[in-house]
């Protein structure tokens, strides 16, 4: 499947699988602990058990106060080379 802007998807973290599958908010965060593996998992695992409605709520709550609480920093992402960082939205 090519890659195309979706200008239809929100401003959240997003997360196309290998098979296919969209996940957005904290889905796609618990799809990525999982790929991280070790107590990742684990932590995953328990936060599956949390209904997606609260989790989601809990997820955009830490969207809003992260800069506040981590700082914002640009230079904080080395795998991705400059000339390319413009094809990613901020």
Same mark, same amino acid.
């Given at each position: 499947m090519p890659l195309e802007r979706r200008d239809n998807l929100p401003d959240s973290f997003v997360v196309l699988? /290998?098979?296919g599958k969209l996940l957005m /908010?904290?889905?796609a965060s618990l799809h990525?602990?999982?790929r991280f593996g070790g107590g990742w998992i684990v932590l995953a695992n328990i =936060? @599956? =058990?949390i209904p997606r409605a609260f989790r989601d709520v809990m997820?955009?709550?830490v969207a809003r106060i992260r800069y506040r609480?981590? @700082?914002r920093r640009d230079e904080l992402c *080395?795998?991705? *080379? *400059?000339n390319l960082r413009a094809r990613?939205? *901020?």
């Open positions: 699988t /290998r098979d /908010r904290s889905d990525t602990m999982r =936060l @599956g =058990l997820y955009d709550f609480v981590f @700082g *080395p795998v991705v *080379p *400059p990613f939205d *901020p």
